[in-house]
C-alpha cells in the first residue's frame, strides 16, 4: 500500500511525441531520474481524449525533426497542436504548472507563440551538433533555480533564435531570456566558439508565463551525467591526482530536478 502511494503522488509528467519527435524515451528517463512518473504520449492520443493533458503537471515537447522540419522547424507540428488542442494548452498554462520545449521543442513552442520570437538557419546554414556553455541569464524561472552555467549538447540546423529590436528589449526588461552561449569549459577545452549559430544577443533560451515555459535550444537531456561531458577523461583524470571524485550527475540533470521539486 505505501509503494502504491508513493507511485501515486509522484510529479505527472507529459511527453509529446507522434510524427518526427525523437527524444522522447531520453527525455522521459530524464524526468524519472528526477523522481517524476513520465509518459510519453502520441498527439493523436490526446486529439481522441484517450490521454488528457489537464491530468498531468508538465508538458514536454522534446527535440527531433517533426514532419521532417519540411515546412521550417516546429512549423507543422504547432499548428496540429494549435487546431485541435489550443484550449487544453492555454488553460494548462494559466495554471501553476510547467512546460518544457528543447530543440524541436523549442521551435514548436514560439510557432504556437507560447514563447516570444522565431528560430532560424543557423549563420553558416547547415546541421550543427556539438556542446555549448551556456549562462543562466534570468531568476525567475524554476527550471534554472540555483544554476549559474551548464555544458549541454546541440543539434539543429535551425537554432539562430531571432526577434525584433523591441521583443529583444521587453525580454531583456522582464528577465525572459533564460540562458545565452558564453565561453565556458567546454568552449574551451575543445576551443569552439560560443555562439555557434549567430542566435542574436547570444540567446539560447528564453521564458514565459512567469519561468514556467521555457525552450532552450540545447539539450539538457542528453546531458544528465558526467561521463557525457565531452572533456570528462580529463576531469576524471584532474580529480583522480586531487584525490576527489566526479559527481555522477551532469549538469543537465538539475533542470529536471528543479521542474519535480517544484510541485514538492
Same mark, same amino acid.
Not at 531520474?33 to 502520441?42: E, N, R, S, T
Not at 528577465?175 to 569552439?192: F, H, M, S
Not at 508565463?209 to 584532474?238: C, S, W
Not at 591526482?241 to 517544484?262: C, D, H, M, S
Given at each position: 500500500?505505501?509503494?502504491?502511494?508513493?507511485? !501515486?503522488?509522484?510529479?505527472? &509528467?507529459? &511527453?509529446?511525441?507522434?510524427?518526427?519527435?525523437?527524444?522522447? $524515451?531520453?527525455?522521459?528517463?530524464?524526468?524519472?531520474?528526477?523522481?517524476?512518473?513520465?509518459?510519453?504520449?502520441?498527439?493523436?492520443?490526446?486529439?481522441?481524449?484517450? !490521454? !488528457?493533458?489537464?491530468?498531468?503537471?508538465i508538458l514536454a515537447f522534446p527535440g527531433g525533426f517533426s514532419y521532417g522540419d519540411d515546412t521550417g522547424s516546429g512549423k507543422a507540428y504547432a499548428n496540429k497542436v494549435?487546431?485541435?488542442?489550443?484550449?487544453?494548452?492555454?488553460?494548462?498554462?494559466?495554471?501553476?504548472?510547467?512546460?518544457?520545449?528543447?530543440?524541436?521543442?523549442?521551435?514548436? +513552442?514560439?510557432?504556437?507563440?507560447?514563447?516570444?520570437?522565431? +528560430?532560424?538557419?543557423?549563420?553558416?546554414?547547415?546541421?550543427?551538433?556539438?556542446? &555549448?556553455? &551556456?549562462?543562466?541569464? =534570468? =531568476?525567475?524561472s524554476p527550471w534554472l533555480k540555483g544554476i549559474n552555467k551548464l555544458s549541454l549538447p546541440i543539434a539543429h540546423g535551425e537554432g539562430k533564435y531571432f526577434a525584433p529590436?523591441?521583443?529583444?528589449?521587453?525580454?531583456?526588461?522582464?528577465?525572459?531570456?533564460?540562458?545565452?552561449?558564453?565561453?565556458? $569549459?567546454?568552449?574551451?577545452?575543445?576551443?569552439?566558439?560560443?555562439?555557434?549559430?549567430?542566435?542574436?544577443?547570444?540567446?539560447? /533560451?528564453?521564458?514565459?508565463?512567469? /519561468?514556467?515555459?521555457?525552450?532552450?535550444?540545447?539539450?539538457?537531456?542528453?546531458?544528465?551525467?558526467?561521463?557525457?561531458?565531452?572533456?570528462?577523461?580529463?576531469?576524471?583524470?584532474?580529480?583522480?591526482?586531487?584525490?576527489?571524485?566526479?559527481? !555522477?550527475?551532469?549538469?543537465?540533470?538539475?533542470?529536471?530536478?528543479?521542474?519535480?521539486?517544484?510541485?514538492?
Open positions: 500500500m505505501k509503494k502504491q502511494k508513493a507511485k !501515486k503522488n509522484k510529479v505527472k &509528467v507529459l &511527453v509529446f511525441s507522434g510524427y518526427g519527435l525523437n527524444c522522447e $524515451e531520453e527525455t522521459k528517463y530524464a524526468f524519472e531520474l528526477a523522481g517524476g512518473q513520465a509518459d510519453i504520449v502520441h498527439i493523436n492520443d490526446l486529439i481522441d481524449s484517450t !490521454k !488528457k493533458i489537464k491530468n498531468y503537471q494549435r487546431n485541435h488542442l489550443q484550449k487544453d494548452l492555454e488553460e494548462f498554462v494559466k495554471q501553476k504548472k510547467l512546460v518544457i520545449g528543447i530543440c524541436n521543442g523549442f521551435q514548436i +513552442l514560439t510557432n504556437l507563440g507560447l514563447l516570444p520570437g522565431a +528560430l532560424t538557419f543557423n549563420k553558416k546554414a547547415r546541421y550543427l551538433d556539438r556542446w &555549448v556553455d &551556456v549562462k543562466v541569464e =534570468s =531568476s525567475i529590436a523591441e521583443t529583444l528589449e521587453q525580454l531583456n526588461f522582464e528577465d525572459r531570456i533564460a540562458v545565452r552561449y558564453t565561453k565556458g $569549459e567546454v568552449c574551451e577545452y575543445q576551443n569552439l566558439e560560443a555562439n555557434p549559430n549567430g542566435a542574436l544577443e547570444d540567446i539560447a /533560451g528564453v521564458l514565459g508565463y512567469d /519561468g514556467r515555459v521555457i525552450g532552450m535550444m540545447p539539450h539538457p537531456e542528453r546531458a544528465l551525467f558526467t561521463t557525457q561531458l565531452p572533456q570528462f577523461p580529463f576531469l576524471n583524470e584532474k580529480a583522480k591526482r586531487e584525490g576527489k571524485k566526479l559527481p !555522477k550527475v551532469g549538469p543537465g540533470f538539475q533542470i529536471f530536478q528543479n521542474a519535480i521539486k517544484f510541485f514538492k
